[in-house]
């Protein structure tokens, strides 16, 4: 089967849930016969790349601004991808699903992913809320099958438009340790000396919280002195409040700013971290908390209900009061301060996540979604595997 992905920034992933969700599926899809080919952004995916996993790039031009960048990228591609041979054009994230309709009106058969409800984010202004609450409309009438990667979406959609969706979560990625010598040459980490945040920096992460609550827990807990906090991550159209963080952080040597990660070192900040912590106060399905899991870290995050999904307090990581900042600083304090408890947690996190499903299995229920909506009769022959 021909497959095309709209939405996400490009691959392989630098950074983005999105876009590492796509990047695991889009292989896996290829490496099971399809002919797949991913929607890039020139800025985001190196120039030189034409394939990547056995999935086909194809650039198209954009504008690298906060409010032009999806929005002219996603037109574009649902402009070309209805003169293409593609039997499914899968949109990926609401804002670009808007664009879906393109290709809906030509007889072109559309998938949409929800990753979660973008309207929510405070980056935001009112007008691009507007649009992005008409883009979840799109995403929930206009495809032939609406996934969602969480159970919190699923019910959000049945309840506001009465419509049942597919719920097909991120598959479990597959886990590298790496012992501590890029980051002990680059930030003088040695390995269990540091908490850990890994994603994007934006209003919604509440990495100010996380900055707060650490220099607090560092004053009244006597344990938590020589622990430092790593961010690992960067703006996502969001250089403002990048910039209050980095002048609020920035004076101190045991706060480090490492900027988007991948590869090996993303590798070793996992692998080595005493704690993870994720105060988010908005998530879908959150890939990083899933990372964490499967290097076996102690995770703390906030209560929201995708955090319910994935966390059982006091089982396998705890949660704090999503709207009560002295809570997270508490319940940081307490697991820096037990040992014992931090790696029970951690064990039961690495069994649990390694009992679920890998994106083999995701990629095989996709292709049983997109065979219940393209004809047999107008389905090529898959390639064989290389």
């Not at 797949?36 to 031009?61: D, H, M, N, Q, S």
């Not at 980056?123 to 996934?147: D, Q």
């Not at 990625?173 to 890994?198: C, H, M, N, Q, W």
Request: proline share 6%; charged share 25%; glycine share 8%.
């Amino acid at each position: 089967m021909r497959i095309r992905f709209i939405g996400q920034k490009g691959i392989p992933a630098r950074f983005g849930g999105v876009e590492s969700h796509v990047e695991s599926l889009a292989g896996e899809l290829a490496a099971r016969g399809h002919d797949v080919a991913v929607y890039v952004r020139p800025w985001y995916t190196p120039r030189e790349l034409k394939t990547y996993l056995g999935v086909r790039l194809i650039r198209l031009p954009t504008l690298n601004t906060k409010h032009g960048d999806a929005a002219v990228h996603s037109f574009l591609c649902s402009v070309q991808a209805i003169f293409s041979d593609a039997g499914i054009i899968h949109y990926h994230a609401i804002g670009p699903a808007f664009f879906s309709i393109i290709p809906r009106l030509f007889g072109k058969k559309v998938v949409v992913t929800v990753h979660r409800l973008d309207w929510e984010a405070a980056k935001w202004g009112p007008v691009a809320r507007l649009l992005l609450k008409a883009g979840e409309y799109v995403s929930v009438k206009v495809p032939h099958r609406t996934i969602v990667v969480s159970a919190e979406l699923q019910a959000h959609i049945r309840k506001k438009y009465g419509k049942e969706t597919v719920h097909i979560a991120h598959g479990r990625s597959k886990v590298e340790p790496a012992a501590p010598r890029t980051i002990t040459r680059k930030y003088s980490l040695r390995g269990r000396d540091y908490i850990l945040f890994l994603g994007r920096f934006s209003p919604e992460k509440r990495v100010d919280w996380l900055l707060d609550s650490y220099r607090e827990m560092k004053k009244s807990c006597p344990r938590a002195r020589g622990v430092k906090l790593v961010l690992a991550g960067g703006s996502s159209a969001t250089d403002d409040y990048v910039r209050k963080l980095t002048r609020s952080g920035g004076d101190d040597p045991d706060i480090i700013f490492t900027g988007y990660v991948t590869g090996r070192e993303k590798s070793e900040l996992l692998t080595n971290a005493l704690l993870f912590v994720l105060p988010s106060s908005l998530e879908g399905s959150p890939v990083a908390l899933l990372e964490a899991f499967g290097h076996g870290l102690c995770c703390l995050a906030s209560d929201i209900p995708p955090h319910r999904e994935a966390i059982r307090p006091g089982e396998d990581g705890l949660l704090f009061k999503h709207s009560d900042r002295a809570d997270l600083t508490r319940k940081m304090t307490q697991l820096i301060s037990d040992r014992a408890l931090r790696q029970r947690l951690g064990r039961a996190a690495k069994a649990k996540v390694s009992r679920a499903p890998g994106w083999k299995e995701v990629a095989r229920r996709h292709e049983m979604l997109y065979n219940e909506i393209v004809p047999e009769a107008a389905r090529p022959k898959k390639r064989r595997p290389a």
